[in-house]
């Protein structure tokens, strides 16, 4: 799925409880006294060897420029609205990897449209913000891919239909978000509950992914399809998890119709990207990753292996 696309609407999806939870969210994400770095609980040390790896104009300015778009809950969100100061997985992720590599990732705000421009012109070199790795963007960018992100189902407190998978949508009422992948999901899927011998999902459509929510609450629909990611966010940060349950489908564990995040590199930068990618693999093999991605309530979208430009669209 285009994350591109699917970005207003998860973002509207945290919107109502984004707010509440973003202090708790930061809290045990700090600079230790002896210059170490914690994230999600995991206190990350500089590794020479993939310091090494660096450019040497990384080296010497200790800083990786970080190009991101703000806010896209649960990836990049600001702590208190009307501050500068960020947090969310793809911000959280950058601390660890900065960290591993001894280096400072320096995020700074840029619109969703710019991002690969402004790293074609050179302004960053780097770009984390749930960005899909497609073949268009690799023409211009390197990915080193981080998650792989799809459509998701919430469902209410305790999943009172018994919710499983998406076969298991049809013949009930299902909410979704007006103009988007998850409602051409829905659609599309409609042929398989006829071939299934089921009924048709009956969609229900809102301008708002919390309006959505608020049907889900009322019991007026048994379930909600959105992005994964906001899914698993909501379901972990609304009434302090009580509202709602992400559903996890073993057959797809980033979510259905799922397509790789990456960060993106500048083409410029080969050094860089290698040493990024090698430095995620040791985030993923030491179980960091998989902290950071329990932190914001999606385990299942992390990748066991940190891949290059793994798009096959």
Known sequence: MNARIARP???????????????ACGGDDAAAPSGKVVVAGVEVVKDQKLHDLLPEKIKEAGEVRVATDVPYPPFEMYVKEGESALT???YDLGQALGAKLGVTFAF???KFDGIVPALQA?????????ITDNKDRQKVVDFVDYSQSGSGILVGDGNPSKIEKLDDLCGLKVAVQAATNQLDLLKSHQDACGKAGKGKIDIQTFPKDSDAQLALRSGKVVAQVLTKPAAGWVAKTADAG???DLVEDPAAPGGYN?????????KQ????TDAVQKALQALIDDGTLIKIYNKYGVPS?????????ASVD
């Open 9 to 23: 609407a998860a973002a509207a999806a945290a919107a109502a409880i984004m707010l509440a939870s973003l202090s």
């Open 88 to 90: 969310g997985l793809d």
């Open 108 to 110: 700074a705000p840029q």
């Open 122 to 130: 050179g302004k960053f070199d780097v770009a984390m913000s749930a």
């Open 242 to 244: 009580k509202a709602f």
């Open 258 to 266: 799922a397509s790789p995040n990456g960060i993106a590199i500048s």
């Open 269 to 272: 930068l080969p050094e860089l």
């Open 301 to 309: 979208i992390a990748v066991k292996e940190a891949t290059k430009n």
